[in-house]
């Protein structure tokens, strides 16, 4: 059994027979018990998946209708509820939490007959891009399990990318589903904002996230995206895509489009390797028949600064729920009254938390709002008017997703402002509400490199034609697993 | 110079629905934590679904204060810990950063005083604690979320106020107000609560809160002034503070938590776009807007006639007023006001009685229609009327079991008059020479038939036999 196949060759297969699904989540499930020791990918593996698997076979046998997704095993980024299943965030805040209900990415699937085998690592709350900050241990790159595997949602690349899976859905604040497909040479995709209801996606910075998939190709990709897309009437932010074909006319290719390349992103800093790849890239974009063009988004160099202020701000909001009075970990009330309980159970939290927290009830509070957050909420207009301003000229914006190599574990984990600036040249499709995708392009001594595609709002569509284009200019290296 | 200014909440009782899920805005009716969902216990990755017909509402309030309604709505997020707020965020609406409210500056007249509305926004109510145990010690807190997510309107007036009758007429215009727009039952327990904010000349602001209902707000509201003025009298000082309002012992009493040094970190709530709401929106909420008490009031006297002061007490009550429009015709209009008036209002003069009476629409204009074609006398009516609110049966049948009808039978009331005139030679001879002195007869008439002789045939009958 080959678990190597992307998702529309397992669709296939099991449709015509020549596979069952049952078989195909079973290796799964012994893969996954095989290899995540190592990687530790998965927080919790879904003990029924076979059972499941069994009964859409069934169903396929005796020619009733199922689902596009034929039993495919996906794993799932641990803050996207699962009814009846536990959903810790990575956190020991939610050490028992189990959802009463489905997010509404999952009862799509699930209609769509998918096999949900586990929940996948991440960072605390998906503050991080590393998943060392899990509170379970960090996972590690399939590459080299010396080297992070990126974040926040490591845990659904490094499944993605180990054959752990088919398909993962992780969420994208910052770059959150970029950098670790970039780090794990997968496909990762941040949708326009909107396109995919976050209800049942536990918030971090709820204005700029989204739900994005990590694939193995970028035609998976739009497979998913037609699986979850679309208005939803549980979030009041969703917005109505006329159900788009994402599939349909994914190979047309972008001769003639007009693509900048962001000045600011290829600057200070970059890895030469990186450098070296992202040329690499725009000529093979060029020979592809797109026209470049090297262009100036000047506020990037504010973004990251501002990305920060408004997330720790809406983090403090968002996580204030976090009382564990109504549902968390086992911690007695006894002794404590309402402040010095919350104080205490509030304790819980990791480091990387804690420290966005405090920010988070420092940046927005009266007096130092208006040097703190309101400006950042100026960047964040500012950016996005520049960045309007260039789409009525380009259709698409290029750029390394991540400006350096993978790192080792530990390298950077008591150096939070480095870490920061490694969300550089991924923020900024956050803040502007832009669709963004990373390529897998390049390999440095074992070490994966992805290409970011940008394109302006609810073009989803153009933009995984050209992430198609460019992922078929190159071939790459299989995982050394 | 005394000075007070309230901010009211008033609950859209009215409403299917909570602010931000299906759960129901009439939460009375459950049992502790059943009227809940994901969203209003704010479950992880639960998301605000806000319901639109609670926008509507409240902009009618706002347009019913002549309150200015702008083009796009916001809501934003006031953070604080608290167990009665499943976010630990409340989502509501704010002014500071441009007009986003459902309402601005608008104004109302109490009297022949204007008071003026600083704004008028939409919020969520929080849940409600329950406390237990006897003394201090061994209390615990319990927390009810049936309550949390409905959908709240508060008013914010300026510190208009110079008495606490002024606020008392002031919640009396209001809440007429309220219930004439459909919106809300201020008579539902806890749909209606307020703060306050108190100072008298020379002394500092001290807000009153968590006043439970109208009645006591004018009472809080005068205690707190006799304090003030006695602390100002001893030339103690009045120092700003936030004040309960106790609801047993009916003081206030210093909160010992300082209110005032919070910081809420109000930001734009991200989960919920912004809405438009444009003159085409008002225009259609304008149409949608059922006629003001003021509007009807003239309407009852300049159409039908009815005095000033029988119309004024008509139109401020929907529940009366909805009697009227559903039971006068152009000919029965005065007669339909006045049972209400004057015998309707004294027997249903609570919600529990109009709740349980039987009384309809239907029986209220055959009373009126048979009151005025002398079917029925008036006083006859009103024993009707009693009947009917107990019974539900309708007026034919409750007439004839209790033997309520006229006599208008001629040859009946003849021979009875005949009996009279023989008893009467009298006052027959003095009719006969003074024709106003026959009212004397009618009454004899009408003694002998306990009332119930057609009072027009009867007159007609006894001219006729005596000959004038």
Same mark, same amino acid.
């Given at each position: 059994m080959n678990l190597k196949i992307s998702a529309l060759e397992y669709v296939q297969e099991v449709k015509t027979g020549n596979i069952s699904a049952e078989d195909f989540v079973a290796k799964t499930i012994e893969r996954i018990q095989n290899v995540d020791d190592k990687l530790n990918a998965f927080l919790t593996v879904n003990e029924t998946s076979v059972d499941q698997a069994r009964e859409i076979d069934k169903k396929i046998k005796s020619g009733y209708k199922v689902g596009d997704c034929f039993g495919m095993p996906i794993s799932i980024k641990d803050n996207i509820c699962i009814k009846d299943s536990k959903t810790t965030c990575a956190s020991k805040m939610l050490e028992n939490y189990i959802s009463p209900y489905d997010a509404t990415v999952i009862s799509k699937l699930k209609q769509q007959d998918a096999i949900f085998v586990g929940k996948v690592n991440m960072d605390e709350f998906a503050m991080g891009l590393t998943t060392e900050f899990s509170a379970y241990g960090p996972s590690k790159n399939p590459w080299n399990n010396d080297y992070v595997p990126g974040g926040s949602s490591g845990g659904s690349a490094v499944s993605v990318s180990a054959f752990e899976c088919v398909a993962s859905l992780g969420s994208d604040t910052g770059g959150s589903v970029r950098n670790p497909a970039s780090f794990c040479s997968t496909v990762g995709y941040k949708p326009t904002y909107g396109l995919i209801s976050r209800y049942g996606l536990i918030s971090y910075a709820n204005s700029i996230e989204q739900i994005g998939p990590l694939t193995r190709t970028v035609k998976d990709t739009a497979f998913m995206l037609n699986m979850i897309a679309g208005l939803d009437s549980n979030d009041n932010t969703t917005i109505d895509n006329k159900n788009e074909d994402y599939l349909s006319g994914i190979e047309s290719g972008i001769e003639g489009k007009k693509i900048g390349i962001i000045k600011e992103m290829i600057g200070e800093g970059i890895d030469p390797k990186i450098l070296s790849a992202t040329k690499n890239a725009i000529s093979?974009?060029?020979?592809?028949?797109?026209?470049?063009?090297?262009?100036?988004?000047?506020?990037?160099?504010?973004?990251?600064?501002?990305?920060?202020?408004?997330?720790?701000?809406?983090?403090?909001?968002?996580?204030?729920?976090?009382?564990?009075?109504?549902?968390?970990?086992?911690f007695p009330l006894e002794g404590y009254e309402f402040n010095s309980y919350i104080s205490k159970a509030r304790c819980n939290f990791g480091p990387e938390v804690t420290r966005r927290l405090i920010i988070g009830g420092f940046v927005p509070s009266t007096g130092h709002a208006g040097k703190y957050f309101s400006k950042a909420l100026k960047v964040k207009m500012k950016l996005t008017k520049e960045i309007?301003?260039?789409?009525?000229?380009?259709?698409?914006?290029v750029a390394p997703t991540v400006p350096i190599l993978p790192f080792k574990l530990g390298e950077k984990i008591d150096d939070p402002v480095s870490l920061f600036l490694v969300d550089i040249n991924t923020v900024t499709a956050n803040l502007t509400g832009k669709p963004s995708i990373s390529v897998p392009f390049a390999n440095s001594n074992g070490l994966p490199i992805g290409i970011q595609l940008m394109a302006d709002s609810l073009n989803d569509k153009l933009l995984l034609q050209a992430g198609y284009a460019l992922e078929q200019t190159v071939s790459l290296p299989e995982v050394p697993l | 110079m005394t000075m007070i200014g309230l901010e009211i909440h008033c609950q859209l009782t009215n409403l299917e629905s909570k602010l931000f899920c299906s759960c129901k805005a009439n939460y009375r009716e459950f049992k502790i934590n059943e009227n809940i969902c994901p969203v209003c216990m704010g479950l992880p990755g639960s998301l605000p679904r806000l319901n639109q017909e609670a926008v509507k509402k409240a902009t009618i309030i706002a347009m019913a204060l002549n309150c200015t309604t702008p083009e796009k709505i916001a809501f934003f997020r006031k953070n604080y810990? @608290?167990? $009665?707020?499943?976010?630990?965020?409340?989502?509501?609406?704010?002014?500071? @950063?441009? $007009?986003?409210?459902v309402g601005g500056a608008g104004s109302i007249m109490v009297g022949d005083k204007k008071i003026r509305i600083t704004r008028i926004q939409l919020e969520e109510d929080p849940g409600r604690l329950i406390y237990e145990g006897s003394s201090s010690k061994n209390q615990i807190t319990l927390v009810d979320y049936n309550r949390a997510g409905t959908p709240l309107v508060e008013i914010v007036t300026e510190p208009d106020f110079e008495t606490p009758k002024e606020v008392r007429d002031f919640l009396n215009i209001l809440s007429d107000v309220l219930t004439n727009l459909g919106v809300a039952n201020p008579s539902l327990e806890g749909a209606m609560r307020a703060d306050a904010n108190v100072s008298i000349e020379g002394g500092k602001k001290v807000e009153i809160k968590n006043i439970g209902s109208f009645h006591d707000l004018e009472k809080a509201t005068h205690f707190e002034i006799t304090r003030q003025e006695s602390l100002h009298s001893r030339d103690i000082e009045i120092i700003q503070e936030t004040r309960h309002w106790d609801d047993k012992r009916k003081i206030t009493v210093s909160s010992r938590s300082k209110e005032e040094e919070l910081d809420y970190r109000y930001f734009l709530e991200g989960d919920i776009p912004w809405i438009k709401m444009d003159s085409a929106i008002h225009t259609k909420l304008q149409s949608e807007m059922p006629e003001s008490i003021s509007s009807k009031k003239e309407r009852y006297v300049s159409k039908y006639n009815i005095p000033t002061q029988v119309a004024d007490v008509l139109s401020s009550d929907k529940y009366y007023s909805d009697l009227f429009e559903a039971s006068h015709t152009e000919s029965n209009a005065k007669e339909v006001a006045n049972i209400i008036t004057t015998d309707l209002m004294g027997l249903v003069d609570t919600r529990e009685k109009r709740e349980a009476s039987k009384f309809t629409a239907t029986h209220l204009k055959e009373l009126a229609d048979s009151v005025q074609s002398g079917k029925i006398a008036r006083n006859s009516s009103k024993n009707a009327l009693h009947e009917i609110l107990k019974t539900g049966k309708d007026l034919s049948t409750v007439v004839k079991e209790m033997d309520l009808g006229n006599v208008s039978d001629e040859s009946e009331l003849s021979a009875i008059i005949t009996q009279v005139i023989l008893e009467e030679s009298q006052a027959v001879e003095q009719a006969k020479s003074n024709p106003q002195t026959i009212n004397y007869l009618v009454g004899k008439v009408m003694q002998k038939t306990k009332g119930k002789a057609d009072p027009a045939l009867t007159l007609d009958l006894l001219k006729k036999q005596i000959g004038i």
């Open positions: 093979k974009l060029e020979n592809l028949g797109a026209i470049c063009e090297e262009i100036s988004l000047d506020m990037v160099k504010y973004s990251v600064a501002a990305y920060y202020t408004i997330t720790a701000t809406e983090a403090g909001s968002n996580l204030a729920r976090f009382d564990n009075l109504r549902y968390g970990y086992d309007d301003k260039i789409f009525k000229k380009f259709d698409l914006l | 810990f @608290y167990p $009665d707020s499943p976010k630990n965020f409340q989502i509501t609406q704010l002014n500071i @950063y441009g $007009d986003t409210s």
